[in-house]
């Protein structure tokens, strides 16, 4: 309980540059006890603001990550800075945490509708009510904080903090370095280049791609000064180089995932930023009060409201799906989901056919596949001579793929179809009836398929019918513009037959050649590919069907980890979880580390992890981080992993400055399909997996492991040190 505090309280202190690290939160929090009675009043409104959202139940992960406390912090700094230590002001400081909790969730409900963040509106308004009362609060003393600060410094850190202070007051820094200190301690309403060192060191530490941005925001404005012939000798005492800090860092690496377009914006954003700076501080003059961080706050909300207005979602500028308060995090995740899943919110569909089929004519085909329709397939059975047809191929029963099967290709609900057109002598062709016998399937509000030239006397279901992939529909037939049997299929935005083609992708194809096969996802099959729906195995998919509250405990010994399905000694248990919004995860009891994963039926993956990375659940997010639920001898599957949840930061943090640029750091998985005792009914299967890190093309590590899985589940891992061969 004290641990989960101590995080609120560091994640809050850290909040005020976006991040949830532990070490820049303890780091602000060292740097505002320069002054103890600043640093106190700080930290009681953290407390202050923390505890009154717990008490009332808000939203627990956002208190935990410190949303619900920066605000009431940088008031509780604030407000100390004005006046001096006194019960009087203790009491003001504790009804000011409250107001700016109140604020805070006030705002949050409403910018939330347009999907912004509050930022740190909530202390500017709490921390203008305090300036505006300043001359009525009479019976409160005036803060002489300054008059004693070396004895402040003496007291928290010794003799040996104070000549550090010295020391640094004194050097003779280069091109504003001395400005960019004070611009950073000035955050933590503190005025020194030592806490603004230290600050620095804290950024570092908790992100390379913000202490470069903090760097690069406070330094264009710096040179837009000189440009435009601003005096910038009033950085040195105004400390407003905070907002070009803040902002650089907010819209170059935290509501935009970092790049070159997010990095070349700043030339632009910074200047306006400026401009805002002293315009509103000239404005603000007149009613003897701070801009503190409002041209930070209005630049980045402003900007991120422009960027929601667009039609779509932007290429270049590119917002996170999921904030995770790290630069690093945000662009390495975003590089691997675009990776593994270049359609957003895809919707897994597959072949509407049973067994291996060819592809007689594909996308951008050469007879009917043109114009609006060029998104399309037509699926037809060759022998192994690859003739379509037995005998003469007179007749439609002569084709291999007349009268067989077709299936949903997802699920959905029959929203047109159309079933009485008779089948076409072969050769001749329908035109009057173009599309011939046809079904046409919702699964979602934007996507539709449609199956043509079925056999009229052939359908099993109607329409309004909910139908479940691979479900029966009917078989092929020649009706329509169909000069011999085939399915043609197609999607499309639109419920009516005939519309025009949607271009989509298949999830989970089988390629077939010759003497391998060979797995697609997100794939659009081409003309003569041969391909096929995976085959699943019943072994491997009860082995991966977790349900909600299922635990796995796990036996160690030499490498080994053995699942156990009694009452014997284990030392390792899992649980299966779902979280609010129906994402499945695992969770180590032991540390609790949390590791995401999707099952749709015939692929198996993790999505994300989280946590220690000395848990076995880590094991198994290495070893098992992919497979398919068929099994083909010998196929490997390949997949990339985010490299932030593999690569140490000691391992990348070369890397974590060029990310935006470019990424030369890779974490790759595969699999391979090894044995099974019996191809009908098996009773075990055995894989192989490999996970490498590579910085270009050098290997850096390795580890190998075997699996095997029985009819009661997910039987053994084992895991091979680097130097070993697999013992296969």
Known sequence: MVDKYLNIIANSYSQIFFSKNKFLGFAIMLVSFFDF???????????IAVQTALWFKFDKQKIIAGLYGF????????????????????????????LTLLLTLAIEGILSKYMLPFLSIPFLLAIWIIDLSYNNLIGIGVSERGIYHYSELYSLGGQLLVDLHIYLSNVSYPFFIKDYFL??????????????????????????????LSIIGFYIAILFYKFVGIDYSELSYTYIGFNYILTSIALGGIFLIPSKWSYSWMLILLPITVILTFGMGQLFYKFDLPIYSLPFNVVVLTFLYVMKLRLKPGETLVEPIFQYNSPEKNIYQHVNIKERFPIPYYLPVYLPVLGEWNISQGHQGEHTHIGEWSDAWDFIILDSNNSQFKNSGD???????????VVASADGTI???????EDNIIGEVNTLQNWGNSIVIKHSDYLFSQYS???????????????????????????????????HFQFQLSPYIGSKTFKYPFEGIIKNFQKSKEILNFAIPNKNDKVSNIEINVLIQNAFNFIPGQRLKFYEKDNIYTQIFDDSEYQHEIEVW???????????????AVAYFDNNGSLFQFISYIGNKNSFLYILYLSLYKLEQGFYKDLEITDNLPIDNVFSVRKRFLQDFIAPFKIYLKAKFKLRY????NDFMPSEIRLESIFSLNSKRKLIEESKYTIKIEKRGLLSIEKFNKNETFKI
Not at 38 to 47: A, R
Not at 187 to 212: D, K, M, T
Not at 578 to 592: E, H, I, R
């Open 37 to 47: 009675w600043i640093g106190f009043m700080g930290l009681l409104s953290v407390v």
């Open 71 to 98: 605000n009431a912090l940088l008031v509780g700094l604030g407000t100390a800075v004005f006046f001096g230590p006194s019960i009087r002001v203790l009491v003001i400081v504790v009804i000011s945490a409250v």
């Open 183 to 212: 611009s950073l301690s000035a955050i933590a309403f503190q005025y020194n280049e030592l806490a603004g060192l230290i600050i620095a060191i804290g950024l570092l530490v908790s992100s390379r791609i913000a202490f470069s």
């Open 395 to 405: 007749y439609p029963e002569d084709y291999y793929c007349y009268n067989k099967p």
């Open 415 to 421: 929203v047109e179809m159309y079933d009485t057109i």
């Open 453 to 487: 030239h079925l056999k009229a006397d052939s359908f099993k279901v109607k329409k309004g019918d909910f139908v479940k992939k691979g479900q029966l529909l009917a078989t092929v037939g020649n009706s329509g513009r169909s000069p011999y049997p085939h399915l």
């Open 578 to 592: 779902v979280d609010a919004f129906n994402n499945s995860y695992f969770k180590c009891l032991k540390t609790d």
């Open 674 to 677: 090894v044995s099974i005792d």
